[in-house]
């Protein structure tokens, strides 16, 4: 929430400085991404019990990664249109997946304040957009994308690395 979401709150600026748009074009850009996460719900609803959702989470969060580099490497309008739709589907897919590992993983004791931790990172992402923000401007905004997906990327990484239960799930 706090690297990967800032991207949202730049969006208007990066429609507007970056790709030329007004105000409806910035509104198809997000209807673009919101097609994608109907499709990245639909995917994980499909997904069942699956025993892979420890490592189809890392895998999306190094898509979304990859999605953020490509907004700041290259900012041709059809392929921020396919990248917006991508980052739709895995930031989605992100969400659920995050919350059924919740789910899954904590001991029923513990499940309420796991739950409430987790929804409390939600309100962290401010935090990130604001210094997003921040370094846009000192840097640009193609920067700050690229910026926050490298961050992202190394913080799927690690977490990979990290908690080694997310690859039994």
Request: hydrophobic share 55%.
């Amino acid at each position: 929430a706090v690297v990967g979401w800032p991207y949202m709150q730049l969006m208007p600026a990066y429609a507007g400085d970056i790709l030329g748009l007004g105000g409806s074009g910035f509104g198809y850009l997000m209807t673009a991404g919101g097609v994608g996460a109907i499709f990245g719900g639909i995917a994980v609803m499909a997904m069942g019990k699956s025993q892979r959702k420890g490592a189809l989470l890392t895998a999306s969060i190094v898509a979304t990664a990859l999605g953020l580099i490509g907004l700041g490497a290259y900012p041709s309008l059809s392929f921020v249109i396919i990248l917006i739709t991508a980052l739709g589907a895995t930031t989605a897919g992100q969400m659920a997946l995050n919350n059924a590992l919740v789910q899954a993983m904590v001991d029923d004791r513990y499940r309420g304040r796991a739950t409430a931790v987790y929804f409390q990172v939600w309100g962290l992402m401010p935090i990130g957009g604001l210094a997003a923000g921040a370094f846009a401007e000192a840097a640009g905004l193609r920067a700050t994308m690229i910026l926050l997906g490298v961050l992202l990327a190394f913080l799927a990484l690690w977490i990979w690395a990290t908690f080694p239960g997310l690859k039994k799930v």
